[in-house]
């Protein structure tokens, strides 16, 4: 899978990051939201659409889009607003990574959109997509980009008549983003096992930054080998979903694993998938059922096993 092979060049550059002494020590940045039911955004929308709602999605983002880039950078996606009426908003929270938003700006250029300096707001850079001339007939600020605080946020919605009227929900979307401290309350790392006549799951996770995961995925059946292998995948609004290599058979095949939960404890979810090549992959739209007797509980020693 292409996403699991770049967010692990990500986190192998990460962990080879000099730590010697003469080397400078970065601030700590805040991280993106994790549950798009907890952001600040539904209290900025203005008075004239009453009450609106978190839109449960379920992202399928194609490759070579911003949706795409944002999950493959361990960002989220959350849509507000009124779906029967068709009005709303659609954030996208990312960490920059130093590169992210250079990267997909020449292409928002491309489509259209132009440099702008926000009012009142200290970001490092901003796109924005309008349509017609202000002051003159119908005007729109369709979606709005930006760069601040070593993330990148897109803000798009259909009811923005002018710049002034987008910045509440541009600025709630900066306020969403979490503290260092808030980010490690809610931070999986640690080992879960779920153990049953015949068989032990386990999952260690050894990586959570913004929403991105890595865990050592181990089973054993009494009657067969143990199955090992890396598991790579984001955490957002509860959902812990990704790929890990099963080694077991060859050639290699990447499986699709799904849990829900917290750090309290972790239940895995069954869909029906379809295989292409080496790849296993839930169908859509998800068809999944939750069992709760193979709940993953925090436990110790997890290291052992992946020693052996």
């Given amino acids: 899978m292409k996403r699991t092979s770049l967010v692990l060049a990500a986190l192998l550059l990460l962990t080879s990051c000099s730590s010697t002494p003469e080397s400078s020590v970065a601030p700590v ?21 009453p009450n609106p709602q978190f839109i449960s999605t379920e992202w399928e983002p194609a490759e070579g889009t ?4 944002a999950y493959n950078a361990g960002g989220i996606a959350c849509s507000y607003g009124i779906q029967e009426a068709e009005i709303g908003a659609t954030v996208i929270w990312a960490p920059d990574n130093k590169y992210l938003f250079d990267e997909l700006s020449a292409g928002w250029v491309k489509a259209g959109q132009q440099e702008f300096d926000l009012p009142n707001l200290d970001e490092e850079k901003a796109f924005v997509l309008t349509e017609g001339t202000e002051g003159e007939g119908e005007y729109h600020v369709w979606a709005i980009n930006l760069l601040i605080k070593g993330s990148w946020i897109s803000v798009a919605a259909t009811f923005f008549g002018s710049i002034d009227e987008a910045m509440p929900l541009v600025n709630a979307a900066v306020d969403s983003l979490r503290s260092a401290k808030s980010a490690a309350k809610t931070s999986l790392i640690g080992c879960y096992m779920a153990e049953l006549s015949e068989d032990l799951y386990v999952l260690n996770v050894h990586y959570h930054d913004n929403n991105t995961v890595s865990a050592d995925y181990y089973l054993r059946n009494l009657n067969s080998g143990p199955i090992q ?17 099963d080694t077991s058979q060859e050639p290699t095949i990447e499986r699709e694993l799904i849990f829900k939960g917290d750090k309290s404890g972790l239940v895995p979810g069954t869909s029906p998938v379809v295989r292409t090549n080496e790849v296993e992959r839930f169908k859509t739209p998800l068809q999944i059922t939750w069992n709760e007797d193979y709940k993953y509980s925090p436990a110790e020693d997890c290291e052992t096993l992946f020693r052996k």
Avoid: H, M
Wanted: charged letters at 20%.
């Fill in 66 to 69: 911003d949706l795409y880039a």
């Fill in 29 to 49: 940045l805040p991280s993106v939201p994790q549950d798009c039911t907890k952001t600040k955004i539904l209290d900025a929308f203005p008075e004239r659409i």
């Fill in 229 to 245: 292998g890396l598991l790579i995948g984001s955490y957002t609004n509860g959902v812990l979903r990704g790929f890990y290599s």
